[in-house]
């Protein structure tokens, strides 16, 4: 592998902040038209004016180091943008599940700027580390605004399904957890191979044993409610619809892409287990009220350890690239 220098590594880092902005900037123009829950239409709304002027922003220190941002690959955005909207508009209960990937996107560019400043340090480039602070700064007010809407879209969902059957609904919440530990199970076995045996490497073993174990509680809890087996078959199927693969635009490579990917894909659990709890919560089940909250308990200590790893990650990846620390 040729070794790239930090200035090329940086460019890359920028240009991959452009493309993920270009990607929210399509996902933002559709997503309120669908919303189905009037306060998270206006977040949304008011998010595309932000996510319009970050990427004005990206694109500057683009251009600062010579590139040329209307030569991306824009064309590729278009299509992986509306595909998350056609995604949660194909659910039945749209708010909860756009809030959902919403918030997983927003953690996903939370954590691409976190490593965005850090290469920036690395080259000297104080401007890019400024205004990658800046926006991560954006990010993390946007999901903290879509967290605190979790008790309307939750609410705005079921209004939309008119739930005579508050138990038939849950076993849905419950199917579509299932599914998506099923995908952060292939996510964190397939990170080794990515990482190697570096200090990286245990964070996701130790996840991947939890993720298991929600697994099985989610499967106790589907058997005690008396789901049947395709219940479970149709939540994969939804699941997969969304395509986190080209979502994510492929599979991450590098340490520091699966750590940014890993991140937003527990947020995507958070958000799942979060209205899979209200929804219990309604339905009366407060053994499933508990599971989530333990499960959520869990999501959250790992994405909080996997922040913990941008530092590592960011030189892990830069070492992976052959830049000499
Ligand atoms: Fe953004
Ligand atoms: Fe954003
Ligand atoms: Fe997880």
């Excluded at 070794?3 to 929210?24: G, M």
Aim: glycine share 8%.
């Amino acid at each position: 592998m040729a070794a790239d220098t930090i200035e090329e590594q940086l460019v890359s880092y920028l240009t991959d902040a452009h493309s993920i902005e270009q990607q929210a900037i399509a996902q933002l123009r559709a997503a309120p038209k669908i919303a189905g829950e009037p306060q998270l239409a206006t977040a949304l709304r008011d998010h595309l004016a932000e996510s319009e002027q970050q990427q004005r922003l990206v694109g500057e220190r683009l251009e600062a180091h010579g590139g040329s941002p209307s030569k991306l690959k824009e064309a590729v955005m278009r299509v992986s943008g509306p595909a998350f909207v056609l995604f949660a508009k194909s659910q039945p209960d749209t708010p909860g599940k756009l809030a959902t990937h919403s918030l997983s996107y927003e953690h996903l560019e939370l954590a691409s700027y976190e490593l965005l400043g850090r290469v920036a340090g690395r080259a000297g480039d104080e401007q890019t580390v400024a205004v990658a602070q800046r926006i991560r700064d954006e990010e993390a007010a946007m999901a903290e605004r879509i967290e605190a809407l979790f008790d309307a879209t939750t609410e705005a969902s079921l209004a939309a399904q008119e739930p005579d059957d508050l138990t038939e609904q849950l076993t849905k919440y419950l199917a579509d957890a299932h599914a998506i530990e099923g995908q952060a199970e292939q996510l964190l076995q397939r990170a080794p191979k990515i990482l190697g045996a570096g200090e990286l490497a245990p964070l996701y073993t130790e996840h991947l044993e939890e993720t298991r174990e929600h697994k099985r509680l989610v499967e106790e809890r589907l058997g005690a409610l008396g789901a049947k087996p395709s219940k479970l078959k149709d939540a994969v199927m939804r699941l997969g619809a969304l395509n986190w693969g080209g979502f994510f635009q492929g599979h991450p490579d590098t340490a520091g892409k699966l750590t940014a990917f890993a991140y937003a894909f527990e947020h995507l659990e958070i958000g799942a287990y979060e209205h899979l709890k209200r929804v219990a919560r309604r339905a009366g089940d407060q053994a499933t009220v508990e599971m989530a909250e333990r499960i959520l308990g869990e999501e959250r200590t790992a994405a909080q350890k996997l922040a913990g790893s941008f530092s590592a990650a960011t030189d892990a990846s830069l070492r992976q690239q052959g830049v000499a620390g």
